[in-house]
């Protein structure tokens, strides 16, 4: 017997059919994408040296050597400051110097330095009064979005409040006002009793594999204070880094090379939601795609135990 389950989060509804990951496949779709190894590539436009071949700096981090991390004005941006429908920025921002850098060999320093400049470019991004939304994300390899190898990730502001961020606020609005909770604080207490899908608790953070969730092996990083984005700190920072430099070398073991998508969930700038809606982050694995049942009919299929993948992770 198959069991439907509904994600809290956003109302998904998701089929559990945990046997359909034995479903034979073929070798070729079982492949890795190819890990890059040189440190430098000549025509690489995000290479540290390659500096002529993007806009100028918005922000960086040097040391003795030159820049750690910087970002730029995006030169193909899906937004732009010209009113219209829509209006934004849009920046890359280079997770590192490094070619061959990646999620899964950057070190806790390298997390702390990007951090800290997805943090200062929010913070910049916010202040433009016309913008009401503030989307930091990251495409991993060609199957997640990526169109370079080079590591990197991008923030872009809007006039408008996305979607997928109107249904999360909704949704957890209503279950304040239902519950008189905070639906964040509530799945945080329920896992932590539970115990079982935990990957990470500390003073600051939550690291769980959902419940339910219709992408095959989500992880969700939820803080656990009501803050906001632009409201934290070098210890966030910190616990941040060290939590992601051990996440990403637990998934290394079990996924290998993998494509993904890191995607912030922050507070729409102009709406006081800090009671109801929490700060988190979905890290989106882009090893499978859906089919056309999921697309066709809204529903999705999960094919892991959730509590199983969150022991093989756990740290």
């Known amino acids: 017997m198959k069991e439907v389950r509904i994600d809290w989060i956003?109302?998904?509804?998701?089929?559990?059919?945990?046997?359909?990951?034995?479903r034979p496949k073929d070798n070729h779709?079982?492949?890795?994408?190819?890990?890059?190894?040189?440190?430098y590539e000549v025509e690489c436009p995000f290479c540290r040296g390659n500096e002529k071949k993007t806009p100028k700096d918005t922000f960086k981090i040097e040391d003795e050597n030159g820049w750690i991390v910087r970002s730029t004005n995006n030169k193909f941006p899906i937004v732009d400051d010209i009113p219209g429908d829509i209006y934004g920025i849009h920046e890359v921002m280079i997770d590192t110097y490094r070619h061959n850098g990646s999620f899964y060999n950057m070190s806790k320093v390298e997390f702390e330095n990007l951090f800290k400049m997805y943090k200062d470019r929010y913070e910049n991004l916010i202040k433009d009064t016309k913008i009401k939304y503030v989307s930091v994300f990251k495409n991993f390899l060609s199957k997640a979005g990526a169109s370079l190898d080079h590591p990197?990730?991008?923030?872009?502001?809007?006039?408008?409040?996305?979607?997928?961020?109107?249904?999360?606020i909704s949704i957890a609005k209503e279950y304040y006002d239902k519950n008189n909770s905070c639906i964040y604080l509530d799945v945080i207490d329920n896992e932590i009793k539970f115990e079982k899908r935990i990957v990470h608790n500390n003073d600051k953070f939550l690291v769980i594999v959902p419940y339910v969730t219709k992408y095959t092996g989500e992880i969700r990083v939820i803080l656990k204070e009501k803050i906001r984005f632009e409201e934290l700190n070098d210890i966030h920072i910190k616990e941040l880094s060290s939590m992601f430099n051990k996440l990403f070398k637990n998934l290394y073991k079990v996924n290998g090379y993998s494509p993904?998508?890191?995607?912030?969930?922050?507070?729409p700038i102009n709406i006081e939601s800090e009671k109801y809606?929490?700060?988190?982050?979905?890290?989106?694995?882009?090893?499978?795609?859906?089919?056309?049942?999921?697309?066709g009919s809204g529903i999705y299929v999960s094919s892991i135990n959730p509590d199983e993948f969150a022991q093989k992770i756990r740290f």
Do not use: W
Request: hydrophobic share 40%; charged share 20%; with cysteine.
């Open 10 to 22: 956003n109302n998904d509804m998701v089929i559990v059919a945990t046997d359909r990951a034995k």
């Open 152 to 168: 990197h990730s991008q923030i872009i502001s809007l006039s408008i409040i996305p979607p997928e961020i109107e249904n999360e």
């Open 29 to 39: 779709l079982m492949e890795y994408e190819i890990q890059v190894n040189k440190e």
């Open 260 to 267: 993904f998508n890191l995607c912030i969930h922050t507070h």
């Open 277 to 295: 809606f929490n700060l988190h982050m979905h890290i989106y694995p882009r090893k499978y795609s859906f089919g056309g049942f999921e697309l």
